[in-house]
């Protein structure tokens, strides 16, 4: 998995959801530098693809089956964007590649989600570009949470109990059932099975899907891999 430098929070999730795995697979980070998260032309430069590629390659030198951009920035910088970088991945690496908002996508359709409620540590302007790249990909995203950050280490001291309330109240305002928690800096894995056996509300979280993805690549089920705590939605 390809990792934002500033990210605090996938690392041990991703471990955690493998560790009665470890005989069948394991995961392996690289990073590369992300700090903070908005539109201007450095924060966005941070995503060009040669410094992701340079990353993944080395990741290929252990000889990973699959190849994961734990990241988001698609979902602002748009599909196309992601699904560039993956063919780039491949060609370099020689193995299959996804992202993070690959992955959620093909999560929805999977499910047959249209229109959800988000959850993301993000600023306005950056929501705002991201309901476009869904909106161009068939889904609609009713109302949610923001909590205005754009440093993105700080997006992980969000606790994971205040994370589970901004989901009840994103499902809460919008009338959605689905809630998409978009940021892998965010404590949110751990909480989804919970809000959806105990509020009712189905929680898309995006370490998970990532994982989910991950392993499908790799040609493994989820549901025999990652333990329940975390099988809400993968």
């Known amino acids: 998995m390809l990792t934002p430098s500033s990210n605090t929070v996938l690392e041990p999730t991703v471990q955690a959801m493998l560790a009665q795995s470890t005989a ?3 995961a392996h980070f690289s ?4 700090t903070e998260i ?6 966005l430069s941070q995503f060009d693809p040669a410094p992701i590629v340079a990353a993944a390659e080395l990741l290929g030198h252990a000889h990973c089956g699959a190849i994961s951009w734990a990241g988001t920035s698609g979902s602002w910088l748009g599909l196309e964007q992601d699904t560039a970088l993956c063919a780039a991945v491949t060609a370099r690496c020689g193995c299959p590649c996804t992202t993070s908002t690959l992955a959620l996508v093909a999560a929805l359709r999977r499910d047959g989600v249209r229109r959800f409620a988000l959850v993301t540590p993000y600023t306005q302007d950056v929501v705002d570009k991201i309901a476009l790249t869904y909106a161009a990909a068939g889904f609609e995203i009713i109302g949610g949470v923001h909590l205005g950050l754009t440093d993105n280490a700080s997006f992980a001291d969000c606790e994971e109990a205040a994370v589970a309330e901004h989901c009840r109240v994103a499902a809460a305002e919008s009338g ?3 809630v998409v928690i978009l940021c892998t800096n965010m ?3 751990q909480s989804a099975r919970a809000l959806q056996e105990v509020d009712g509300i189905t929680v898309y979280d995006s370490i998970a899907v990532t994982v989910a993805e991950t392993l499908r690549l790799v040609d493994l089920a989820p549901a025999e ?3 329940p705590a975390f099988l809400a939605r993968l």
Do not use: K
Request: charged residues 25%; hydrophobic residues 35%.
């Open 225 to 227: 891999i990652v333990p």
């Open 24 to 26: 069948t697979c394991t």
């Open 38 to 43: 908005g539109l201007n032309e450095r924060q």
């Open 31 to 34: 990073r590369f530098t992300v």
């Open 176 to 178: 959605v059932d689905a």
């Open 187 to 189: 404590r949110g894995a």
